[in-house]
């Protein structure tokens, strides 16, 4: 007879066998995705111990065991932040923008704060100091400066991220900007009572619900999955192709038009007619906002709802593959899912949420300055660009100087900087300077594209070097699997003095194997 546990003795039998604390939540995650079974309802569940037992076995090693086997007993551990949930590493403003590519902000804490530990044994930034960033990206580390009360500059060559990485750090009237958003949302939906599109789709989701209850149960179907009771590719392509004249016969009924005529742009192809048209109707009531603060933030939640609502199914968002304009099997969620036809409900919840994170951020900042320019880190006059949007920071850093960067550079071919968020820059109107880009993905991991990351991050550093203290620290987070950053740093006048050896946890959804990155502390030969 198998021995069953209710979800709380499974959870306490858990954290003893693998001696680290494991939640109900977690035991509940196992049920709801198919991992281990479900026996009985809600309100008296419980699951097989020799299910629990087979999963768990291969997690009695430590995955810290695992991983300093495969990558060197080098690894500091520390530095994986393991013990923060991801609510904590998107913290606050951190998340107000999708950002593929960033660091986390515990790791800039780690290196600018004033602690120090068995790995790190002096304190390089102090309150008050400067602190750069060549390649700002999201604005991580202006962000996590202001936390701590010092001051930061940053660059980026994309002028999208730039503005991610100020409107994160620019100080609101959070008043007026609810009063936007709340006068926005308002137009939005007398916009929308004159067409069908959310009757359309709250009738597609009932059907679908039915539907999806009674072919996908949960968490039935997802445990028969993973033991390849069924086959989900086979099972799943019949069941898309048998829903599919339901969602037909509502499109017609609603004359939903699913393409616009032409495909000229992202904007074109990566969006039906119907939210374009929303978009289109959002962006011209933001440009009634007088507040230019305001309405830069409010340009950004746009961007976020935008993005959310590509034509594409949820496990391609970060890939894009081709537009999906119907009812498809979701291989993410195990059930048949849908394109969105509306922005309304992503509009409305990234509203929300971004004035929320915006107003937790105002009690923790401190009183510094922190700018994030638009130009190429190669060559960009900082003091000229400070002086033109602000002069007080600006004659600061020339008597002061900066005292050091924190910086993850782009990897070499690795990430379209530029193309990740194409649709802000069909809608902004922003000028691509793709061709700027050091390590774009274009170039590859050829010969030849290794020769030009190393002279592009070479430039970087010597033209920083002008605007650095004498003794200057500076930390570039790279996985250096060429062996670049030697030669780099050679070339910039600089001597390697350490390497911080980190795992990276969680790094995409696809992707869980061992890997780490080197965080390489550069100081003047």
């Known amino acids: 007879m198998a021995e069953l546990l209710s979800i709380k003795e499974a959870s306490q039998w858990a954290s003893e066998y693998l001696e680290k604390n494991v939640t109900t939540s977690n035991i509940s995650y196992l049920i709801q995705y198919g991992r281990i079974k479900k026996i009985g309802d809600n309100g008296s569940t419980q699951v097989i111990k020799e299910e629990l037992i087979d999963y768990y076995k291969d997690q009695k090693k430590s995955r810290q065991e695992e991983w300093k086997e495969q990558l060197g007993e080098d690894l500091n551990w520390a530095l994986s932040f393991e013990q923060y949930k991801e609510a904590e590493t998107t913290k606050h403003v951190h998340r107000l923008h999708p950002y593929k590519g960033k660091f986390i902000p515990q790791l800039v804490e780690y290196f600018l704060d004033n602690h120090t530990?068995?790995?790190?044994?002096?304190?390089?930034?102090?309150?008050?100091?400067?602190?750069?960033?060549?390649?700002?990206?999201?604005?991580?580390?202006?962000?996590?400066?202001?936390?701590?009360?010092?001051?930061?500059?940053?660059?980026?060559?994309?002028?999208?991220?730039?503005?991610?990485?100020?409107?994160?750090?620019?100080?609101?009237n959070l008043v007026d900007v609810q009063t936007e958003i709340n006068r926005i949302s308002k137009a939005l939906k007398l916009f929308l009572a004159d067409h069908?599109?959310?009757?359309?789709?709250?009738?597609?989701?009932?059907?679908?619900?039915?539907?999806?209850?009674?072919?996908?149960?949960?968490?039935?179907?997802?445990?028969?999955?993973?033991?390849?009771?069924?086959?989900?590719?086979?099972?799943?392509?019949?069941?898309?192709?048998?829903?599919?004249?339901?969602?037909?016969?509502?499109?017609?009924?609603?004359?939903?038009?699913?393409?616009?005529?032409?495909?000229?742009?992202?904007?074109?192809?990566?969006?039906?007619?119907?939210?374009?048209?929303?978009?289109?109707?959002?962006?011209?009531?933001?440009?009634?906002?007088?507040?230019?603060?305001?309405?830069?933030?409010?340009?950004?939640?746009?961007?976020?709802?935008?993005?959310?609502?590509?034509?594409?199914t949820h496990a391609d968002l970060a890939t894009l593959l081709e537009p999906i304009t119907a009812t498809y099997y979701c291989?993410?969620?195990?059930?048949?899912?849908?394109?969105?036809?509306s922005i309304l409900k992503w509009w409305e919840t990234y509203s929300k949420d971004t004035v929320k994170r915006l107003a937790q951020y105002d009690k923790l900042r401190k009183d510094t300055f922190h700018n994030c320019l638009t130009g190429d880190s190669r060559s960009i006059d900082l003091l000229d660009g400070l002086k033109k949007i602000n002069p007080d920071f600006a004659k600061l850093v020339e008597k002061q100087k900066i005292k050091g960067i924190f910086s993850s550079p782009p990897y070499v071919g690795l990430i379209d900087?530029?193309?990740?968020?194409?649709?802000?820059?069909?809608?902004?109107?922003?000028?691509?300077?793709?061709?700027?880009?050091?390590?774009?993905?274009?170039k590859g991991q050829g010969r030849e594209a290794k020769q030009s990351y190393i002279q592009g991050l070479s430039d970087v550093?010597?033209?920083?070097?002008?605007?650095?203290?004498?003794?200057?620290?500076?930390?570039?987070?790279?996985?250096?699997?060429?062996?670049?950053?030697?030669?780099?740093?050679?070339?910039?006048?600089?001597?390697?003095?350490?390497?911080?050896?980190?795992?990276?946890?969680?790094?995409?959804?696809?992707?869980?194997?061992?890997?780490?990155?080197?965080?390489?502390?550069?100081?003047?030969?």
């Open 117 to 172: 530990d068995k790995f790190k044994k002096e304190i390089y930034f102090k309150p008050g100091d400067i602190v750069y960033d060549p390649f700002s990206g999201s604005g991580t580390t202006m962000v996590q400066a202001c936390e701590l009360g010092i001051h930061a500059v940053g660059n980026d060559v994309s002028a999208f991220n730039a503005l991610i990485g100020n409107c994160k750090v620019t100080k609101y």
């Open 196 to 312: 069908k599109t959310l009757e359309f789709e709250d009738r597609l989701l009932k059907e679908l619900y039915v539907f999806n209850n009674k072919y996908f149960p949960v968490p039935e179907y997802k445990y028969k999955v993973k033991r390849k009771e069924i086959d989900e590719k086979t099972y799943g392509a019949e069941k898309e192709k048998e829903f599919l004249p339901a969602f037909n016969n509502l499109v017609k009924e609603y004359k939903i038009k699913l393409r616009q005529d032409k495909e000229d742009s992202f904007l074109d192809k990566w969006y039906t007619q119907h939210i374009r048209d929303e978009i289109r109707f959002v962006f011209d009531e933001i440009k009634k906002i007088k507040n230019t603060n305001t309405k830069k933030i409010v340009s950004i939640i746009l961007s976020r709802t935008i993005r959310s609502c590509r034509a594409t």
């Open 331 to 341: 291989s993410k969620h195990g059930k048949i899912c849908k394109p969105l036809f």
């Open 417 to 442: 900087y530029h193309e990740q968020h194409a649709y802000a820059y069909d809608l902004f109107g922003f000028e691509r300077k793709d061709e700027l880009e050091i390590g774009p993905l274009f």
């Open 461 to 525: 550093l010597n033209n920083a070097k002008k605007y650095l203290v004498d003794d200057y620290d500076i930390f570039l987070v790279a996985n250096d699997k060429y062996n670049m950053y030697p030669t780099i740093a050679e070339n910039a006048g600089m001597k390697i003095v350490n390497q911080f050896k980190r795992p990276v946890l969680n790094r995409t959804e696809k992707d869980k194997g061992a890997y780490a990155e080197i965080i390489f502390h550069l100081k003047s030969k």
